[in-house]
Nanobody, 119 residues
């Protein structure tokens, strides 16, 4: 069974920074595409950034240049460094793992961590 546990959320002032972490249990991490998504109150969940097992990255347009996704396969952990935070970045941030194992596609989600950007 795979578990994803996010941490690092909190309250930060506009212009500030946070670093989110997502630690994965199980043995699928290194083969998984890992992603960060967010869901603001009343909105649908949206993509923030993804990183493939090979290290290729992709960002939502609004996060390019401000957020950086990275992974440490030795620690089974994916990170999201968020800089120049804006009030509109306020949301619950979720970690997602997806890939193929034994010819079956899998998807796992974490429980989320709250990020609030406010003065």
């Amino acid at each position: 069974q795979v578990q994803l546990v996010e941490s690092g959320g909190g309250l930060v002032q506009p212009g500030g920074s946070l670093r989110l972490s997502c630690a994965a249990s199980g043995n699928i991490f290194s083969r998984s595409t890992m992603g960060w998504y967010r869901q603001a109150s009343g909105n649908q969940r949206e993509l923030v950034a993804v990183i493939t097992s090979g290290g290729s990255v992709n960002y939502a347009d609004s996060e390019k240049g401000r957020f950086t996704i990275s992974r440490d396969n030795a620690k089974n952990t994916v990170y999201l460094q968020m800089n120049s935070l804006k009030p509109e970045d306020t949301a619950v941030y979720y970690c997602k793992a997806e890939g193929i194992w034994g010819f079956q596609r899998y998807t796992y989600w974490g429980q989320g961590t709250q990020v609030t950007v406010s003065s």
